[in-house]
């Protein structure tokens, strides 16, 4: 991490792109940034986290997107330059300060990373928030490697201040998680303190000023359009001939010019980084410098829609490949398979791999599962217990998060989700809606993100439902950040602790059961008198994460895994069938075992099994 702070100019570093943007800012001279933890953004706020005090950069997890950036905008409203960053659905959570930031303006210049994720590696979409930047109609960058993540970082902030609009840098996981070489550059200096000169024509958006901050918008993005027209990413590279005119932008470019030069298929490629507002001067004279054009661009066809529309007035004949000619799908991120495909079918070339022998091989499905010894499991065993014959009939309405992995077998406890904070809405709609009991699910960092409201919703609407919150003391499927309840900031620094149980006996709920997810016959017991009870109950699982908790254990030399005695044991298969943790395994001989090498040493298997045939491991044991 200390590479990032050097001060040294010409120094190549290997960086991931999450990390080459947090350099980009340090090289802009940044002050102040905000995010709420979510990938593929989050390296950038880890990154931060570790280093922000040596960087003299104020830094903090905000308790949700729409915080994140209302604290980052008012620093640019103080002449400050700030970073503001999530995931691309956390954007949406934000997209009401979002689209009233571009009528105000800024001062310092205000860089928002959205961090799209085609393919749904670690999303419940793949919505594609180019549309976000035509929407609010302010300028957007997009990178297509690491350097560029950095120097789009770095001008982005310039370009700005220069035309008074925040700039979203839009990046994919690929693109944040690649690593590449990076070039430094001079950090400029920072100004530590801001000082907000009051406007309020320009900052308090009532109607009348809303209708010029409109009207000076317009005006910006006139000027930010002159700008991508001579922008340093936006350039044209010459492969020899014109038979083919490739328009890419982002990562698909780096798959583009790989097979072009392969192939050797004469062409030019124009290469767009600053891809709103497009260069349309640009696009027409390289459209009408190229017989055919192929459009390369993940997710939407939103560049091809437009070119196709100058090019009805521009080059009216001229054949464009893409989504809509069926070459490329709107659907997964592009890789080298998908690129060639395509490139095969539209230029009439063999480009697929030759001469690969057939190799088949069933590999195991290996689905993201709750972690050995993870206390989600045991809230879940003592739920399933507690609803005994309701089970099947019962709603789990669950939420963003490890516990999301509820879903799977044998624990079965997720029947619905929309977003992070919708396990508590929706259950207040499904208790209204049915007369089935409902279970509501979410975690920690969740309910102080998003998690509130619908408590105060379901009491005030005299909702009936179970609410659990499983505080697991961090915000564990992001990374292991803080969040309001853990005591620490995030600087590093100490904080108040926020205690759930207070919010939640604010909110008016007069059901709250605290309890120790080990201690399973509290656990049911509680969930027992949560079903009966009239109105929102509220149990708070409380154990930390399990990967935490045998960090913490290991470093005092307090670490056990656990056994089964194999003359002790039935064969039941409650531990694989009722409780499914993934450290316990069904050998050949159909004997039951437990990985030594997984284990984290919980001892939960020890209470769900009828028989007590599992024990601490012994030197020598099985």
Same mark, same amino acid.
């Given at each position: 991490?200390?590479?990032?702070?050097?001060?040294?100019?010409?120094?190549?570093?290997?960086?991931?792109?999450?990390?080459?943007?947090?350099?980009?800012?340090?090289?802009?001279?940044?002050?102040?940034?905000?995010?709420?933890?979510?990938?593929?953004?989050?390296?950038?706020?880890?990154?931060?986290?570790?280093?922000?005090?040596?960087?003299?950069?104020?830094?903090?997890?905000?308790?949700?997107?729409?915080?994140?950036?209302?604290?980052?905008?008012?620093?640019?409203?103080?002449?400050?330059?700030?970073?503001?960053?999530?995931?691309?659905?956390?954007?949406?959570?934000?997209?009401?300060?979002?689209?009233?930031?571009?009528?105000?303006?800024?001062?310092?210049?205000?860089?928002?990373?959205?961090?799209?994720?085609?393919?749904?590696?670690?999303?419940?979409?793949?919505?594609?928030?180019?549309?976000?930047?035509?929407?609010?109609?302010?300028?957007?960058?997009?990178?297509?490697?690491?350097?560029?993540?950095?120097?789009?970082?770095?001008?982005?902030?310039?370009?700005?201040?220069?035309?008074?609009?925040?700039?979203?840098?839009?990046?994919?996981?690929?693109?944040?998680?690649?690593?590449?070489?990076?070039?430094?550059?001079?950090?400029?200096?920072?100004?530590?303190?801001?000082?907000?000169?009051?406007?309020?024509?320009?900052?308090?958006?009532?109607?009348?000023?809303?209708?010029?901050?409109?009207?000076?918008?317009?005006?910006?993005?006139?000027?930010?359009?002159?700008?991508?027209?001579?922008?340093?990413?936006?350039?044209?590279?010459?492969?020899?001939?014109?038979?083919?005119?490739?328009?890419?932008?982002?990562?698909?470019?780096?798959?583009?010019?790989?097979?072009?030069?392969?192939?050797?298929?004469?062409?030019?490629?124009?290469?767009?980084?600053?891809?709103?507002?497009?260069?349309?001067?640009?696009?027409?004279?390289?459209?009408?410098?190229?017989?055919?054009?192929?459009?390369?661009?993940?997710?939407?066809?939103?560049?091809?829609?437009?070119?196709?529309?100058?090019?009805?007035?521009?080059?009216?004949?001229?054949?464009?490949?893409?989504?809509?000619?069926?070459?490329?799908?709107?659907?997964?991120?592009?890789?080298?398979?998908?690129?060639?495909?395509?490139?095969?079918?539209?230029?009439?070339?063999?480009?697929?791999?030759?001469?690969?022998?057939?190799?088949?091989?069933?590999?195991?499905?290996?689905?993201?599962?709750?972690?050995?010894?993870?206390?989600?499991?045991?809230?879940?065993?003592?739920?399933?217990?507690?609803?005994?014959?309701?089970?099947?009939? =019962?709603?789990?309405?669950?939420?963003?998060? #490890?516990?999301? %992995?509820?879903?799977? @077998?044998?624990?079965? $406890?997720? +029947? *619905?989700?929309?977003?992070?904070?919708?396990?508590?809405?929706?259950?207040?709609?499904?208790?209204?809606?049915?007369?089935?009991?409902?279970?509501?699910?979410?975690?920690?960092?969740?309910?102080?993100?998003?998690?509130?409201?619908?408590?105060?919703?379901?009491?005030?609407?005299?909702?009936?439902?179970?609410?659990?919150?499983?505080?697991?003391?961090?915000?564990?499927?992001?990374?292991?950040?803080?969040?309001?309840?853990?005591?620490?900031?995030?600087?590093?620094?100490?904080?108040?602790?926020?205690?759930?149980?207070?919010?939640?006996?604010?909110?008016?709920?007069?059901?709250?059961?605290?309890?120790?997810?080990?201690?399973?016959?509290?656990?049911?017991?509680?969930?027992?008198?949560?079903?009966?009870?009239?109105?929102? =109950?509220?149990?708070?699982?409380?154990?930390? #994460?399990?990967? %935490?908790?045998?960090? @913490?254990?290991?470093? $005092?030399? +307090? *670490?056990?895994?656990?056994?089964?005695?194999?003359?002790?044991?039935?064969?039941?298969?409650?531990?694989?069938?009722?409780?499914?943790?993934?450290?316990?395994?069904?050998?050949?001989?159909?004997?039951?075992?437990?990985?030594?090498?997984?284990?984290?040493?919980?001892?939960?298997?020890?209470?769900?099994?009828?028989?007590?045939?599992?024990?601490?491991?012994?030197?020598?044991?099985?």
């Amino acid at each position: 991490m200390k590479e990032l702070l050097t001060d040294e100019v010409g120094k190549k570093l290997f960086l991931l792109g999450n990390e080459a943007i947090v350099r980009g800012s340090l090289e802009a001279g940044i002050d102040f940034a905000a995010t709420y933890p979510g990938t593929p953004s989050s390296e950038i706020g880890n990154t931060f986290h570790k280093i922000c005090k040596e960087a003299n950069v104020y830094f903090e997890f905000s308790t949700n997107e729409k915080v994140a950036m209302e604290v980052a905008a008012a620093a640019s409203a103080s002449n400050l330059r700030a970073l503001n960053f999530q995931k691309h659905v956390g954007l949406n959570v934000a997209a009401d300060a979002f689209m009233t930031v571009a009528y105000q303006g800024v001062r310092g210049g205000f860089v928002m990373v959205t961090a799209d994720d085609p393919g749904c590696h670690s999303s419940q979409n793949e919505q594609d928030n180019r549309y976000y930047a035509r929407i609010a109609n302010i300028p957007m960058l997009e990178p297509a490697n690491a350097e560029e993540a950095k120097e789009m970082t770095r001008i982005g902030f310039d370009l700005s201040e220069e035309v008074e609009l925040p700039v979203l840098l839009r990046t994919t996981t690929r693109l944040n998680h690649v690593r590449g070489i990076v070039f430094t550059k001079e950090k400029r200096p920072q100004k530590g303190k801001g000082h907000f000169e009051k406007d309020p024509a320009k900052f308090v958006t009532v109607p009348a000023h809303a209708r010029i901050g409109h009207k000076n918008l317009l005006d910006r993005m006139a000027n930010a359009k002159k700008i991508s027209e001579s922008s340093q990413f936006n350039e044209i590279i010459d492969l020899g001939g014109s038979e083919y005119g490739i328009i890419a932008s982002g990562v698909g470019f780096n798959y583009a010019i790989d097979i072009m030069k392969e192939a050797g298929i004469k062409g030019k490629i124009l290469k767009l980084g600053m891809t709103w507002p497009l260069p349309t001067d640009k696009i027409i004279k390289f459209m009408n410098s190229v017989d055919k054009l192929i459009m390369v661009e993940e997710g939407e066809p939103l560049m091809e829609n437009e070119i196709l529309a100058l090019a009805k007035d521009s080059k009216p004949g001229i054949k464009v490949f893409g989504k809509r000619s069926g070459h490329f799908s709107v659907m997964g991120e592009y890789g080298p398979d998908v690129m060639k495909k395509a490139f095969s079918e539209i230029t009439g070339q063999d480009l697929l791999p030759k001469n690969v022998p057939e190799v088949k091989i069933e590999l195991p499905v290996r689905p993201p599962s709750l972690c050995p010894g993870c206390p989600h499991r045991s809230t879940y065993f003592a739920v399933k217990k507690a609803l005994k014959q309701n089970f099947k009939d =019962a709603i789990f309405s669950t939420d963003i998060g #490890c516990y999301t %992995l509820g879903i799977q @077998d044998p624990l079965n $406890v997720a +029947d *619905f989700l929309l977003c992070m904070g919708s396990s508590v809405d929706a259950a207040g709609g499904f208790s209204k809606a049915t007369d089935q009991p409902v279970l509501a699910f979410l975690g920690d960092s969740t309910f102080f993100h998003s998690g509130i409201h619908g408590l105060v919703n379901a009491v005030y609407n005299r909702h009936n439902f179970v609410y659990t919150i499983l505080d697991n003391r961090t915000t564990a499927m992001t990374g292991h950040q803080p969040n309001p309840g853990m005591g620490m900031d995030g600087r590093g620094n100490p904080s108040p602790d926020i205690l759930i149980e207070d919010i939640v006996r604010g909110c008016g709920v007069d059901f709250i059961r605290i309890v120790d997810t080990s201690e399973m016959k509290e656990m049911q017991k509680a969930y027992e008198d949560a079903l009966a009870h009239d109105g929102v =109950a509220v149990i708070i699982a409380k154990r930390a #994460c399990v990967l %935490l908790e045998a960090r @913490d254990r290991k470093k $005092v030399n +307090d *670490f056990n895994t656990w056994q089964i005695n194999q003359e002790e044991c039935t064969k039941c298969q409650v531990c694989l069938k009722k409780w499914g943790c993934p450290a316990i395994y069904l050998a050949d001989d159909g004997s039951v075992h437990i990985n030594e090498g997984m284990c984290n040493g919980c001892g939960m298997c020890a209470v769900v099994c009828p028989f007590d045939a599992i024990h601490e491991n012994k030197p020598g044991g099985d």
